[in-house]
């Protein structure tokens, strides 16, 4: 409701100071400090006195006077020395609130979006840094979705890269495993961790003849693109067992997926092939002939596109130099040996994800997905199974991937725009984040030895490849045995499996929340302690409150409370006022999720619908402290009180299955 009047007051004073002064002129709209000064308030007077040679106190004056009727608007003042501060209508504020109590989302409409998630290299067991991408990508999906905006969800699956190369090497050359003896070990439950295990040995192994192991990982990777023999028996078994391993693991978080699209197809179905001939064709790719990419065809640089926005900034380039070996000013799409690199495959991808590659994949429902799901996945062999909607043009992708690979997205961004499709390219979006690594507290409690060194840092970073990390499986078990224990001692009425069900609710909601409450700038230092608390900026806390208000409504009912006696006048009453301020506060606090949704659509911020939920659930909790609700001798008083709570109670619960965390009944 918040933000449905702020475009109603943006709107309004667009046309006003259009039509009076002739100026068009971007509203700016902010919320003031303080509840008295109003609810929303606009500078837009004093970009105005630079053009019209006035005081900007004097043209406020004029539009607060000339501005006419703002539906839910109650009036608009002069402020300081040229503000406009607008104060809603209150009472219509409540009402239009109450009609939107059922939290419902926007009619669906526009074109399609993909959001392209998770996307884990299927070599080993999930870990704490593949959850943020998860969570991330999940919860934009759900803001999206609230918004009215049709999407579908992707989990690009890497089953030819080199990590899976890596585990191939390590069971058929390390291990001397035969495929039928890694089949048998495949349908283990704990096959993903057997494997994380193996690749940090394989990175071991390799590092003793780098030379060798340079030429074997090049053949096994090439037999494995090409789908030929026993290294691409095993990596098929290999990747599509983790894949299993995954779904489930992000299943318990309440995350599900439509389409696993894999990079085998890509390759199997000319894919590649087809992008391989567009960029050779438009000269966005050249063959090197000479110096250390000799072999390889590569993209070009420019250096007037090396700087500034959408191009390739010298501390990224640094970043890939170090971590890849390559030339800063070109990207190797195909390296000497003829095998194709992921940011090749990956334009591909983002090729057919627009529409732009005249292609489409056949598609197959995946075995054993979890339970209550229906997931796709691309196949090589064709098929009858209507799912053609996956190969439906999207007008906007979100790529969830982190920081670390913005230079690559950067490139698979000019291999649009080198392809004449700026306009695909524009809309391919990096929902970049950082690293979650750990705090040496939370290292310790997981069972790693520590150097003294590193116990005085403030976090400690984990690395698949060195095997040091936190796998998600366990995390969740760590998460859900500390809070069962606390909800055995607090529920002992509840039967087992209503505790673990409470138990698994708030774990989740620890983590989510916990992962979500950040920017995705910032480095995440994860501790259980901090992630658990029932105090502070936490999931639990935000579940609290609702198990708290849930708990008023109930025993209000089995004391005979109603709020039957709330009239339109009573509800202007009680609004008005100093007294009426602090009940106005918590109910703008309600009506303002909206708000919360279109900035964290426009600045593709999900940490905005967190810090919405948890200033919320703050809100309501001084409001517990402050008002006895069904001990209030005022019976229309009482009864307001009791439908505020509901209300409250109804957009916190949504705000926090947007954030997909579910509110228990007890805690």
């Given at each position: 409701m918040y933000q449905t009047l702020m475009n109603r007051l943006r709107e309004a004073l667009a046309g006003h100071i259009r039509e009076k002064y002739g100026v068009e002129l971007a509203i700016v709209l902010e919320r003031p400090p303080k509840i008295e000064m109003g609810e929303a308030a606009s500078p837009a007077c004093f970009e105005l006195a630079k053009r019209l040679k006035k005081a900007p106190r004097q043209i406020a004056q004029e539009i607060a006077n000339g501005l006419g009727k703002v539906e839910g608007i109650a009036r608009v003042e002069v402020a300081g020395g040229g503000y406009l501060n607008a104060y809603f209508d209150r009472g219509a504020f409540w009402a239009s609130a109450r009609a939107e109590q059922s939290g419902e989302s926007r009619a669906v409409s526009g074109g399609k979006i993909i959001v392209e998630h998770t996307s884990i290299n299927p070599n080993k067991a999930a870990h704490i840094g593949h959850v943020r991408n998860a969570v991330l990508g999940d919860t934009m999906v759900r803001i999206l979705r609230h918004a009215g905006k049709r999407v579908q969800i992707q989990n690009y699956?890497?089953?030819?890269?080199?990590?899976?190369?890596?585990?191939?090497?390590?069971?058929?050359?390390?291990?001397?495993?035969?495929?039928?003896g890694v089949k048998m070990m495949a349908q283990e439950p704990k096959f993903d961790y057997y494997c994380w295990d193996l690749y940090a040995k394989a990175t071991n192994f390799f590092e003793e003849d780098k030379e060798q192991a340079a030429k074997l990982r090049g053949e096994t990777l090439r037999a494995i693109e090409e789908g030929k023999g026993e290294?691409?028996?095993?990596?098929?078994?290999?990747?599509?067992?983790?894949v299993g391993c995954h779904l489930r693991t992000m299943a318990r978080l309440g995350i599900a997926y439509e389409l696993l699209a894999r990079e085998s197809e890509i390759l199997h179905l000319h894919f590649w092939d087809a992008a391989f001939g567009m960029l050779k064709k438009s000269g966005a790719i050249q063959l090197a002939t000479s110096g250390k990419m000799a072999g390889c065809w590569v993209m070009p640089w420019k250096e007037e596109v090396t700087t500034g926005a959408g191009g390739i900034g010298p501390e990224s380039a640094e970043n890939t130099e170090k971590t890849e070996g390559e030339d800063t000013q070109d990207k190797i799409i195909v390296r000497s040996n003829g095998t194709v690199t992921y940011v090749g495959k990956d334009i591909a991808y983002q090729l057919w994800k627009f529409g732009l590659l005249g292609k489409d994949f056949h598609y197959r429902k995946w075995p054993n997905a979890p339970e209550g799901q229906t997931v796709w996945a691309t196949t090589s062999e064709a098929n009858d199974l209507a799912a053609s909607h996956f190969g439906e043009p999207a007008t906007s992708v979100y790529n969830v991937i982190d920081a670390r690979q913005a230079y690559l997205q950067k490139v698979v961004a000019a291999g649009l725009r080198a392809l004449g499709h700026s306009k695909e390219a524009e809309h391919s979006i990096h929902l970049s984040y950082e690293i979650v690594a750990l705090t040496p507290r939370c290292a310790a409690e997981m069972g790693y030895e520590l150097t003294p060194e590193e116990a005085r840092k403030p976090y400690v970073e984990v690395s698949g490849r060195r095997g040091f990390g936190v796998k998600a499986d366990d995390l969740l078990d760590k998460l859900e045995t500390a809070t069962i224990e606390e909800v055995r001692q607090r529920h002992a009425e509840m039967n087992t499996e209503e505790q673990k069900l409470t138990a698994h609710a708030i774990a989740v909601g620890a983590l989510r929340f916990f992962l979500l409450k950040f920017t995705r700038n910032a480095i995440i230092a994860f501790d259980f302690k901090d992630a658990l608390s029932f105090e502070g900026e936490t999931g639990p806390y935000c579940q609290y409150a609702v198990v708290r208000i849930r708990g008023i409504r109930r025993k209000g009912k089995e004391a005979g409370a109603t709020d039957e006696a709330v009239t339109k006048e009573s509800v202007s009453r009680l609004l008005a006022g100093t007294e009426g301020n602090s009940l106005w506060e918590l109910l703008v606090a309600a009506g303002s999720l909206d708000y919360a949704v279109d900035a964290a659509i426009a600045t593709q911020e999900p940490a905005f619908i967190a810090k919405h939920a948890f200033q919320l659930a703050q809100a309501l909790n001084n409001f517990y402290h402050k008002h006895h609700i069904l001990s209030e001798a005022d019976e229309q008083k009482r009864g307001f009180l009791l439908r505020l709570t509901e209300l409250v109670e109804a957009q916190l619960v949504t705000a926090l299955s947007l954030l997909g965390i579910e509110a228990p009944e007890k805690m």
């Open positions: 699956i890497d089953n030819t890269g080199v990590q899976v190369a890596d585990v191939v090497i390590g069971f058929l050359h390390m291990e001397q495993r035969t495929p039928i290294d691409a028996e095993v990596a098929q078994v290999v990747a599509d067992a983790i």
